[in-house]
C-alpha cells in the first residue's frame, strides 16, 4: 500500500498534524496503538469525577496558535487563572518562590533574598554574563545560594531523581520564572498571587477533560486508524511494517513515537546513532487522583512540595479552578510521584498518599474519598543530561534526511507544552 504521508502516533502532535493534511487536501494515513487519540493528553471518568494523565492545561504563547485551537470548538476551551502555591516550612507560599518569601520564618526569607542580591550583583559586575553550563550552577548563579537550597535544588532533585549539576539548562526555557529584584524584595514584604512565568492563564475545557482536545482534532478526519502500530521501519527504502501486517510504502513518515523506541524499530540507522538513542534516559510519574465527598478543600490548582518528609513532588486540585470536573458541591485532588526505573507499589503508596493528605489539612479522614484514579505515566518527562543533547543533535537531522520528521514531546525528546506539540505537527504537514 502506497500513501504519501504515514502519521505514527495519535497523540496532539500527530493529530495536529493529519488536521493540517486535511486542510491542504493532501492524502494520509494516521496509526496510534491504543484505542483512543491523545497519547498521555487524556482522561478518565470515575464515578461523576473526570481526571486527567496529571495537569493539562492549555498554555498558549503564540496568538495564532491559540485561535486555530479555539476555532475548533468555539466557547469550549474557557479561559482560567492560574493560583499555585509552594508548600515549604510548614506554610504555604504564593508561586513563585523566587518571588514570593512573604510567610516563610524570618531567616529563610532573610537568606532568600540577600542570596539574589549577591547574585544580581554579581552579573551586573560580570556584565551580564553567567558562565553556568549545568543546572546546578544556572540556580546559584541566578538566584543564590538562599533559593537555590531552600527550593530549587530539593524540588528539583525530588523531579528529576538524578543529580542536578549532571543537567543540562537547554530544558528550561520559559518554565522557571526569573523575577525582577523589585519583585523579590517586594514578595519578602507582602505575599500576593503573581501573574510571573508561562502559565499565569490558561485555557481547559468545563466538560470532559483534556481529551476534549484531541477529540477534536480527529473530528470529522479520514484516514484515522487506532489498536494499530508501527512494527518495523526500513528507512533506505522508505517502508514501514504495521501490526495488521500490512506494509505502507511512504514518501513522507511523521512520528510523534518515543525518540529512543522509534530508533529501535528502524533499519539503516548507523550502530554510533543507535547506541546515542539507547542513551536517552526518561523519568515517569505516578499519579494518584481522588474524588472527594466534601466541597474544595484548597484554592490551588497545584501545590509544589519541595520538602522530604512528603515523596511527591506537587499536588493540587483541578476543581479548585474547573469546578465542573467533580460532582455539584464535591472536588478533587491529585498527588504527583515522581520515579525512575520500577514503578512505585500502588497499595503502599495509596496509604501513604491517604495520611500526608490528612497531615496538612487537605481531608480529615479517609471517609472523606469518594473514588481513586492511579495513572502512570512511564515516560512522563525527558531527562536534559548531556546524552540527550548529542542524541538529538544528530538523530534528528539525521531522521530529517530521510524522510521522516520526529515531532512532540517525546519525538524530540524534549520538555514541550502541547501548544509546542500541536505547532510542531503542523509545521511538519506544512513542511
Given amino acids: 500500500m502506497k500513501i504519501p504521508t504515514l502519521i505514527a502516533g495519535g497523540g496532539v502532535a500527530g493529530l495536529a498534524c493529519a488536521r493540517e493534511l486535511y486542510a491542504r487536501n493532501r492524502h494520509f494515513m494516521l496509526v496510534e496503538r491504543e484505542q483512543e487519540f491523545g497519547g498521555l493528553c487524556r482522561s478518565v471518568s470515575c464515578g461523576g469525577y473526570t481526571f486527567d494523565y496529571t495537569g493539562h492545561f492549555l498554555h498558549f504563547k503564540n496568538a495564532a496558535t491559540r485561535d486555530w485551537v479555539l476555532s475548533l470548538a468555539p466557547g469550549v476551551f474557557r479561559p482560567r487563572t492560574r493560583r499555585a502555591a509552594i508548600h515549604s516550612r510548614g506554610n504555604l507560599t504564593e508561586y513563585p518562590y523566587q518571588e514570593n518569601s512573604a510567610g516563610l520564618p524570618s531567616d529563610i526569607a532573610r537568606e532568600n533574598v540577600s542570596g539574589y542580591l549577591e547574585a544580581a550583583l554579581k552579573r551586573v559586575l560580570q556584565g551580564g554574563r553567567s558562565e553556568a553550563l549545568d543546572f546546578r550552577s544556572w540556580c546559584l548563579s541566578t538566584f543564590g545560594a538562599g533559593i537555590a537550597r531552600n527550593f530549587l535544588f530539593p524540588y528539583n532533585q525530588k523531579l528529576w531523581k538524578f543529580p542536578l549539576q549532571k543537567l543540562t539548562t537547554r530544558w528550561m526555557g520559559r518554565f522557571v ?93 548507523p550502530a554510533g546513532l543507535k547506541k546515542a538513542a539507547s542513551r536517552l534516559k526518561v523519568v515517569s510519574v505516578y499519579n494518584i487522583n481522588f474524588g472527594l465527598k466534601t466541597s474544595q478543600p484548597v484554592p490551588y490548582s497545584w501545590v509544589y512540595f519541595p520538602e522530604k518528609e512528603f515523596r511527591f513532588h506537587r499536588a493540587g486540585s483541578v476543581s479548585a479552578c474547573v469546578p465542573t470536573v467533580a460532582p455539584q458541591g464535591r472536588s478533587t485532588l491529585y498527588l504527583e510521584y515522581s520515579y525512575r526505573g520500577k514503578a512505585p507499589d500502588a497499595r503502599k503508596l495509596g496509604r501513604e498518599a491517604v495520611k500526608d493528605l490528612k497531615k496538612i489539612g487537605w481531608i480529615s479522614s479517609e471517609r472523606d ?48 507544552t502541547m501548544e509546542s506539540a500541536i505547532e510542531q505537527g503542523r509545521e511538519a504537514a506544512r513542511h
Avoid: M
Fill in 369 to 416: 474519598i469518594a473514588v481513586r484514579a492511579d495513572l502512570d505515566l512511564a515516560e512522563a518527562y525527558a531527562l536534559y543530561d548531556q546524552a540527550r543533547e548529542d542524541a538529538v543533535g544528530t538523530l534528528l537531522p539525521f531522521l530529517e534526511k530521510r524522510g521522516v520528521s520526529s515531532v512532540g514531546r517525546y519525538g524530540r525528546w524534549e520538555y514541550g
Fill in 177 to 269: 520564572p526569573q523575577p525582577p529584584v523589585l519583585k523579590v524584595v517586594g514578595g519578602a514584604l507582602s505575599s500576593r498571587p503573581s501573574d510571573s512565568g508561562y502559565n499565569s492563564s490558561f485555557y481547559y475545557p468545563d466538560r470532559g477533560g483534556i481529551s476534549v482536545l484531541p477529540q477534536l482534532l480527529a473530528k470529522g478526519l479520514p484516514g484515522l486508524f487506532t489498536g494499530v502500530k508501527v512494527v518495523r521501519v526500513d528507512l533506505d527504502r522508505r517502508r514501514a511494517l504495521l501490526s495488521t501486517g500490512f506494509t505502507i510504502e511512504y514518501k513522507h513518515l511523521v512520528t510523534s513515537l518515543p525518540l529512543k523506541a522509534f530508533v529501535r524499530l528502524c533499519s539503516g540507522v
